[in-house]
């Protein structure tokens, strides 16, 4: 059954982890690989990733992009959601903590933010606007 409205915002709002799925080009699948993202409801979902990564690279291209998060327990559920880019920016370290508090026990956010910062180069933020949604629980098995 379809989710509603509320219920698709609110499932996605949890800190799921995602796969992000974008076009990589002529004769190729789409990129689809797990990632950390942040969402609000009625907000636009962003990511972190590497400003010299593939995923960057091909988001610039594609100008757009879909995550999808699911859950098996205590009902199966997903969403899936699609969008344009409406922004890229230099990340901030707040926003890598934010992202960080948002998937690790608390304890663990200022250890990876040290190491994240220290190992994984230049970061951006990119800002994807909901446009198409897929959602359905499924119910329990």
Known sequence: MALTR???EKFLAEPHIAALAVDAGTGRAPLTVPIWYQYEPGGDVWIMTGLD??????IKVAGRFSLMVDRLEPTIR???V???VVETVAATEEQLREMSARYLPAEKVEGYVAFSSAN???QVVVRMRPERWVSSDLGSV
């Not at 990564?53 to 091909?58: D, F, H, M, Q, T």
Request: proline share 6%; charged share 45%.
């Open 120 to 122: 994984h180069g230049e």
């Open 78 to 80: 997903y969403v899936s």
């Open 6 to 8: 509320e219920e698709r």
């Open 53 to 58: 990564s593939r995923k960057n690279e091909l």
């Open 82 to 84: 699609e969008g344009p």
